[in-house]
């Protein structure tokens, strides 16, 4: 009793931010996960005649192989892009912590990417790669193909070019969160370094990125939850094709649930999804908290 009037004003604080975790965020992951275990569809959506079949609609999906292909193109696509962020974007990090001219300006060039609405982003990379677009114009005139690509029409060249357009979003996040961190890094330990013989790759590697590693992990992890559950790029350059080549989780869910209004499916590989990144986020707090103990 005597805690409850001690944190009496502090529950009144925390009591809306609750409900509305409760009402936005708890309560679709729920129904969502109920969602799953029945059979719902456009015919009987509205009836309410929906049978419950269990775990049914995740055997089917894993069956028939179209989850885990998909699964499989949305962590290659997730690796793709956070190697490529990260080696790019601790580049830019390392290059404007200089001091010279021009930097802040530059920084701000940089940082366009990513505040461009993402369909903006995706609209200017299907029109750079398509047929008669840009990239195969200045190809040809360089002399370095002598027909076209279909870029977004062949397997391999659409991953690549979602993952390119996905990277080139992403570098300013990682840019500017490392560049943060390379200010906390002490100018003495370069100096003592330096006067112990140390050249510059021994002290990026061995003062740099140990330094750096919780930001870096992160970073890492922050960048995969966003990678992982990308939809609007891939919906509006390939939207999954050609052939589910380039379906990731999120439009895989989308076109099941909105497409083929097949709704219990779409719920089920949402929640597939969902607990792909949960064990991620669990991964991620053990390690930080093993870190902080250590």
């Known amino acids: 009793m005597t805690m409850v009037k001690k944190y009496g004003v502090g529950y009144l604080f925390v ?37 419950f079949v269990g775990l049914q609609n995740y055997i089917e999906l894993f069956r028939e192989g ?4 998909v699964l499989i193109n949305t962590l290659i696509f997730t690796a793709a892009c956070l190697i490529l962020q990260f080696i790019v974007g601790l580049a ?29 982003t995706a609209m200017m990379f299907k029109f750079m790669f398509s047929l008669d677009g840009i990239v195969n114009d200045t190809l040809l005139r360089l002399h370095l193909i002598e027909s076209p690509i279909e870029w977004l029409i062949n397997a391999g060249t659409a991953m690549f070019t979602l993952v390119l357009a996905n990277t080139w979003v992403g570098i300013p996040f990682n840019m500017i969160l490392l560049t943060t961190a ?13 006067i112990d013989g140390a050249t510059a790759v021994q002290r990026f590697f061995r003062i740099t ?13 922050l960048g995969f939850i966003y990678t992982f559950k990308v939809f609007d790029l891939v919906l509006i350059v390939t939207h999954g094709g050609p052939v589910n080549a380039t379906q990731m989780m999120s439009t895989f869910a989308y ?19 969902f607990l792909v990144l949960l064990i991620v986020g669990i991964l991620y707090m053990r390690l930080l908290n093993k870190e902080e103990r250590g």
């Open 255 to 273: 076109k099941l649930s909105f497409e083929q209004f097949q709704y219990s499916q779409g719920a089920a590989v949402s929640n597939v999804m």
């Open 209 to 221: 990125l140990p330094l750096l590693r919780p930001t870096i992990m992160s970073l890492l992890v």
């Open 66 to 69: 179209t989850l885990t292909h």
């Open 15 to 51: 009591i809306p931010a609750l409900a509305y975790m409760i009402f936005f965020v708890g309560y679709p992951i729920v129904d969502n996960v109920r969602l799953s275990l029945f059979d719902v569809n456009v015919m009987n959506l509205s009836s309410g005649e929906q049978p």
């Open 182 to 194: 390379l200010t906390t890094i002490p100018k003495d330990i370069y100096e003592s370094a330096a």
């Open 92 to 120: 830019f990090a390392m290059l404007f912590s200089l001091t010279f001219r021009f930097a802040q300006q530059l920084r701000g060039l940089v940082m366009i990417s990513w505040l461009l609405p993402a369909t903006i």
